[in-house]
């Protein structure tokens, strides 16, 4: 069955600095990846998306990548603000009528 | 942008109370509605798909009679725990997505923390 990763551990930075998220996959490329945020006790909030034939998507300060030969998104925050700091989920689409895995999420934490 | 409404926000109640929980999309129509729950510091879990007009579809390990789920309009889906036990507290999270092409994204709603005493 298909497999999610994210960086378990929490990542703490300085404001200012990029903060990189990664999401690793196992198995087959879904059609589409998609970033969410999540802040404690509210429901997922939809950031990107990104198509497996795109290598590259950007959105004010945030950029996905998306690379179906490591089997592997990342996800960028430059200039990051302490208001940044949330849990960052990544979720695949398999185009099974809009069902989407999860990732367990990374909680990023932006210091002041 | 897409708003999904959920409630109650807060249940809590007695083991062996049913509780029913609403997700409405207020300003978008929604054949398809999704049911998460998820667990502190754990991944969205896939409970079941709530299509409109027909039966739910489950997970592998859901039990539809333990969860039962109504989609009997466009904009509204309704999950109701039958008989909560304290094994069942939990955080629930519908979403809707937007008709059209496959590649919409989800719209969550903030949620139902369910705790059965």
């Known amino acids: 069955s298909q497999k999610i990763e994210q960086n378990s551990e929490a990542l703490n930075i300085q404001e200012g600095k990029t903060a990189t998220l990664t999401c690793n996959y196992t198995n087959y490329s879904p059609a589409y990846l998609q970033w969410y945020r999540q802040d404690p006790g509210r429901g997922p909030v939809f950031l990107l998306l990104?198509?497996?034939?795109?290598k590259e998507k950007r959105k004010e300060r945030l950029k996905v990548t998306f690379d179906t030969t490591l089997k592997q998104s990342l996800f960028h925050i430059t200039a990051s603000q302490p208001a940044d700091s949330a849990t960052y989920l990544c979720?695949?689409?398999?185009?099974?009528?809009?069902?989407?895995?999860f990732g367990q999420g990374t909680e990023l934490s932006v210091k002041p | 942008g897409a708003v999904v409404s959920q409630h109650p926000s807060r249940v809590i109640c007695k083991s062996g109370t049913s509780v029913k929980i609403e997700c409405r999309s207020l300003?978008?129509?929604?054949?398809?509605m999704f049911w998460y729950r998820q667990f502190p510091k754990q991944s969205l879990m896939l409970m079941a798909t709530?299509?409109?007009?027909?039966?739910?579809?489950?997970e592998q390990g859901v039990e539809k009679d333990k969860f039962l789920i109504n989609h009997a309009s466009l904009t509204l889906s309704t999950l109701t725990v039958t008989s909560a036990h304290p094994e069942d507290s939990s955080f629930y999270i519908c979403?809707?997505?937007?008709?059209?092409?496959?590649?919409?994204?989800?719209?969550f709603g903030d949620g139902t923390r369910l705790s059965i005493l």
């Open positions: 300003d978008f129509q929604a054949t398809t």
């Open positions: 979403s809707a997505r937007g008709d059209g092409s496959s590649n919409q994204p989800q719209h």
């Open positions: 709530s299509n409109e007009g027909s039966k739910a579809t489950y």
């Open positions: 979720a695949l689409d398999m185009n099974q009528g809009g069902k989407l895995i």
């Open positions: 990104i198509r497996e034939n795109e």
